[in-house]
């Protein structure tokens, strides 16, 4: 249960549309794993969704396919939306196992299952990806923000050895109520559209590059000094990182 | 002129309290410099209120107490409000000379003069310091966003090694709509504070420590590996920039 | 032999029990290698659980199996526990060629075999981690302080994230005489407790992460940083050195 | 109040020598300023002493001689023990100016002032210094753990390159309950001390060396990689850091 | 003597202007230190002109102002134009009490004292510059190349974050037959200008910044992943260098 | 269609070789395009040989052998020559699949197609590399050289440790319009050959070495502070960016 | 052919046993390919054993197996021992395969085979390796050692953990001329070695460890700030180069 | 006392020109405080010139002058020489103070006093410096050598970047039996040297440089690289530890 549908609970009470006791049950169902549940390994939030916006987010990293099979299964049970990141091939045959319907994307190394339509934010987030490499990243963020209920407008391949490629897409930019900037190398991007938008600039540095590029150390520690203001910056390859404050500007009412 | 003055002209000229001649008199005088005054060492850019919602700020560090005086008086000229970050005694008396007025704030380390109110945020600011030693960074995030028009709530000395501190001010953390977490040493703060509120969360490293902080890397780098989602970062001891991204949230429509 | 076995010794001598001609003979067996066994290649300990109240553990990384089996045979026939850390499958398999009762943990990566038990520590250890992926290091800990005659409490998914996981545990941890915190990421946990405990807090870093997590290395400056007093670190992802240090204080008289 | 005098009111009650009514008044008095005092620029715990064992230190790095001076009055205020870490003469006279019995101490750069007998410890701490150079970081310790209630032992210039120099002191070592090993450049006492006794050790890595010594990070690293068990390691000179987690071991019942 | 005398003297003597004799006599002059001048803490290079295509630059860090006005003395009485990078007024005040006419421009930190005109460039060399903070690296550069024959024209203030000062010189930049960008912060500046002109671009690095920018570093690393091609780095604030190659390319033929 | 093409083209119609109308159709098909071609994943450029003297590279880290193989159908249809660096014999399988004459150099990881000639620089480029480890670098320099139009020399394994080597080829390198120095572990060779010519040198470290090498790093430092005047740096590894700027130099009018 | 039998080659012209044709002959044949013969990718050094006491050592990283047998064939051709490092099992089958006598040592990593006996040193050089998992470090060095003519005194396991292991081969050390010392980890072994000893000590740090040991940079910059003196250090498990030291200062007569 | 002095002693009782007992009573007055001397902050040792061939150095970095003036005393009151390094003028206020022929060497930072000689070396010290701003860690070693018994050559700005510098003095470095080589920026000059000599080179980075030299590290990480064998390195700056390597390596049998 999101905050949308609490609402629409007590909406329907109010309208007379649902009963209280029909509420109330509902409701108890809901808070029986109150507040989180214990499966040893880990302990699932079942309340995230009511108190952060979004259902709790499974990280993959360092959690085994038979774990985060058993972690998505007690989620969806609990009636929330599905989301894995970092996600392998592997575990999604396990979580397929059991959610038949969770569906793998290979690019943005996702799962992903939803069960209700997420609240819908403002406006629309701007993905800006400075080369064809950067676009893992960018669809991680661009999936993440799917889920949590955005409007995601991709612009891609616009990196600023090719200002011309960049300001084509200006209108978009300007256009959006929050941009994510996603670059690698000398991370430049985010200081060129951080000068030409008044928005908040959300930046995420990717581990792509070579040599000095230090597995994408060169492009956080560029963005981190970005000379250009309103700009903040998430951990290197961080799309998730990046959709979920993005998100969260474009929920605030 | 910035985005309100410009408003409120249109509208005079609509509302028939002003004529078209001198609306264009003064559009013209203010679009004279336009887009930018070149003073050699410096160009200043005068339509930036116009193009990202407030005046060029001039940073401090690297410029001469005669260059600070010369950029803001054209600033100030120009019908702009002065903004002056990482500055100095020295500077502030160089400004003085020029502009009688300019305040400066020695825990900011800021000089400012406002001539015109600026457009006014839609929510409250929060501002939360681990410790005691972290004020000078987020004094100068509240001096900046109050400039910027923002209303400010500070909650300081906050830090997670005594919850019961940090658990006391958890209303007002939720009362904002964009909190600043400003932390040194182990940066843990925005990690706790991202947990506990579902608005977007700015984190500001600071120098404050010793020994293997190494001047604000390691808040820095706990920061970016925050566990908690919707937090994003900006560079180490910068108040100003993670005022300017909260403000351009807070402006949102 | 341990000290718990040769003060054992020395009373049944006291009592009467055992003839001084049979606790000679059994010290002479056991001094017969003293203080080392030179294999070439190393140098087996076999007085250290004497010296340091623990027989000597075999660190796996960078010695092939046949060296992990021919040391552990050598140290179980001086009549000690074995314990070897950082172990495989592989190590294990040439280990059991020859100590057919050797165990191997996958999850904690040891493999270990109890000849006699180990000298009992006052209290409770308990183990906090901050998420799924920290447990193998949480679980080498562990293996670690049951050798060494600990008895272990295991809070594992308790991340500063989620505060309300950390406080339902409150109780178990201020019970606890001495408490191994595990974390990864921005390695926060560590501060969170050392604020809520006064028993001493050793935190390890684990190498969970990815970007500027570095391996570790942002959890280790973090936990190095922490503004709780009372927390002292060890070396990213050793869970053994936790529990050594652990031990040593549990067995304090 | 700490938690000696606690124990020792109520067993006044118990014994009859203190009525109630007297012991209400007195408790009351200390928790009127229940569970800090708000300065505005601090937070002062004054319950820490009860949570934690010893009162809320100052550490001076960051603060104004006058923010140091009005917390530490409060502390005092407040029937605390004072002790202020990085301190400096400014301080010490802006401290003197409200509580004129406190002592400044040069070489460890501490101020004190102390109203009431710490809990006493079990045994004793030692703390083994490489070289002279040390001896600051040294100092800090020695007075915090006198503080703390703790009697300390103190093993100067036992360096690892003059090997006698250690091996004369070994039975000092080995009589600690607790042993701090202080050292610069390579760091390697911690490691020798490490392999010579079975106590807790703490390692305090110093700033002291040139060129690839790098502040410290040298001594740092090489603690973190012991070859010896039972050891942990505090950031770059934290003598205070060290002794907090001493004296919590000398504590132990 | 450089190599435009060198071939000035060897016209004169087939033109008829000058005897063999005088032309024998001033080359014996010139090559009387061959290959350089032995001083015991430095050797002068008197030959450098003619290898390298201008005199030996004296760098002046880690000289003390006597050695500098030595070798600044010796230089010039060889007949060479004399260069001191990295100098400040206490050098300048030694070296005009024996070279009376050596001018020092304080902004650049350099000495110079021109005898003979140097070989003049193909082209201008421009030099762009982020921000005013940039400047001393930029004039370091500018005199440099000055001193070593080329035209300069500067473009100051022209940073990423507003692309519309740059955009206005891009007609100066094409212009030039080789740019040098000067950036600090998070050096973005060359890859923008590297896409928009197909002339070689020496970047340099400047140590402007706070925080992360580590000195300089962030630029530096930044500079090294351009995604430009054509773009070639030296070090951090090494105005000199930059010049020194810059020249080398303007004067191939 | 690049600059060579252009001109040739312009002439043919000024020597009445070509008609107008023919010359009209040939630009016309060539800027269909224009200025880029955005395949959704890659926005190709087709003017980057007016721009910028050369068509396009594709950088292959990071793309999918997919994705290269339709960029370079792209370039290779509108008339380009086609260059893949850091490419793989998979990548060079999707490649001729479409362009099946595309060349595959399996030492420098490079796949090319060469339809016209490019513009042929003035001089030679020599490539100078220290040990036969450095030569994929080296050869990707070569290729990215050749296929640029100019001539090169190769002097390869003149590592300074034998300096007879080098000085063997002293001829060769002084009879060089640029020189590219290719050098892993202490980097030094620039520095030594920097002293040799007066032509400029471009630098490129290679991640040739072990341990304190890390990974080029070193290499690169140490070549960023070369004492030697007239040196500047790519990244490491980077035999295409060293190309491509000594290219631009050596087609300078 | 080497120093040795150069001069031996010398004597037996001065002795009458070799008639001045005959050695006019040998040496010829020697200097036929001075002073290196080219590969195309490598120049074959033939004279180093006369310049500097034993042959060109061939590197294996980042040659290939046919590079690896060319260059060998060449060295043994010439009358060369032959000395690989870094080697693998498949570089081994290409050099048997023109060089059948070749030996591969797979625990050094070196391919060797013996010509004839090199010139040998004065006295023996001892290597002491703190840990099992040093011993390919150590045997790297020991192959070189033996190759290069000294006598080699092995002393493994007696890291400083375990102090009696070292003390009782303290005689051994005392003896040797030399001392190389191997350790990873905390890298503290050279310091207490370098106490005990007043001969030269080569420090070798080894990459074994893990976490915070970085590869073996921790020991690497222990061993630099040893607080021993008498210590100096080569690069993380260079094996060759402490053996190259180590016999230059063995063979100095 | 150091060991020439015992073996002249000895050998004046064998002659017959020293009476057993006195011979006895200088020794005992030697070993009266045998083995070190305790002063609370120090302990010194006195029999040090005999364990390991010179006395005692005091290493001024993090000693009072009156510390050292303490321990200057001692020394040089048990029949030692004195040699102070890291030294200071107000150091040697102190020193005077009770040692009124103690020497201040400003450029090396060094104070001594020669009692006795020292053993002397069986060759010559060549310290090779690559400019003129690396004297002081030249000189440093220089005069540590001298201290210890050893002639010095002195070859000083021969860096590389000129090797017709470093060439001219190429007999007096093969002269000599070791050859310590001081260099920063990019220290380049050790491989080349290494290259050319067969006897043991010591190599010292220097701290010489800015920006990417990052005090020195860029040198010693280049050092530690060199491509030629033979060469070991000590820390950043450390004169005194290069000059005890040699010194040990010349007074070799």
């Known amino acids: 249960m999101n905050r949308l549908e609490l609402r629409g609970l007590l909406d329907a009470v109010c309208a007379g549309t649902l009963t209280p006791e029909a509420a109330h049950g509902r409701l108890l169902q809901f808070l029986r794993h109150a507040p989180y549940e ?4 880990a302990k699932v939030d079942h309340h995230r969704s009511i108190r952060q916006g979004f259902p709790e987010v499974i990280f993959g990293i360092g959690k085994t396919p038979a774990q985060i099979a058993s972690i998505a299964e007690r989620i969806v049970n609990a009636g929330q939306n599905l989301l894995v990141t970092r996600s392998t091939e592997e575990a999604h045959t396990a979580v397929v196992a059991v959610l038949p319907d969770a569906v793998f994307n290979p690019v943005a190394g996702t799962i992903s299952l939803r069960r209700s339509p997420p609240p ?22 661009a999936v993440c923000l799917d889920m949590m209920g955005n409007t ?19 209108d978009r930019l300007t256009a959006a109520r929050v941009v994510i900037v996603v670059a690698g190398m000398e991370g430049a991007l985010p200081s ?6 008044d928005t908040p600039v959300i930046a995420v540095p990717t581990s792509i590059g070579y040599g000095a590029s230090f597995g994408g150390l060169t492009a956080l520690l560029a963005m981190l000094n970005s000379c250009a203001s309103g700009v903040s910056v998430v951990n290197i390859d961080n799309g998730f990182g990046a959709a979920a404050i993005a998100s969260s500007i474009n929920h605030l009412p």
């Open 38 to 41: 214990d499966l040893g390994f």
């Open 192 to 197: 060129v559209i951080g000068g030409l938008v």
């Open 120 to 141: 819908v934010g403002k406006g629309t987030v701007a993905i800006a990806a400075a080369g064809t490499a950067d676009l893992p990243v960018a669809e991680e963020a």
């Open 152 to 170: 995601v407008d991709r612009l891609y391949d616009v990196g600023v050895a090719g200002l011309h490629r960049l300001l084509a897409v200006h």
